[in-house]
C-alpha cells in the first residue's frame, strides 16, 4: 500500500486519467473529489463489501445446477483478495 500525505487542494494522479484530490478536511473526515473516465466504478468500499454479500447470498438460492458456476466466481473472487492482502 502506497502511503501519501496531501494537503487541502493538493491531488494524486492514479494512472493517466484518475485524479484524486483534498477537497476539505474536517477533524477526522476528509472530503475527496474524484476524476475518472465513466468507464471506471467508483464505490465507497462499505458499499461494495454490502453488494458482494448480498451477490454471494443470492448464488446461494440458485438451482443446483447453476451452483458450480457460483463456486467458480466466488474462488475466483476469493484468489483476487488474496493477492490484493499480499499486496498491502
Do not use: C, F, H
Request: glycine share 4%.
Amino acid at each position: 500500500m502506497l502511503v501519501l500525505t496531501r494537503q487541502k487542494e493538493e491531488s494524486i494522479i492514479i494512472g493517466q486519467d484518475i485524479v484524486v484530490k483534498v477537497l476539505e478536511v474536517q477533524g477526522d473526515s476528509v472530503k475527496l473529489g474524484i476524476e475518472a473516465p465513466r468507464s471506471v466504478p467508483i464505490v465507497r468500499s462499505e458499499l461494495y463489501e454490502e453488494i458482494k454479500e448480498e451477490n454471494l447470498a443470492a448464488m446461494q438460492s440458485l438451482p443446483d445446477s447453476m451452483k458450480g458456476i457460483a463456486e467458480a466466481l466466488r474462488n475466483k473472487n476469493q484468489s483476487q483478495q488474496d493477492l490484493d492482502s499480499k499486496e498491502d
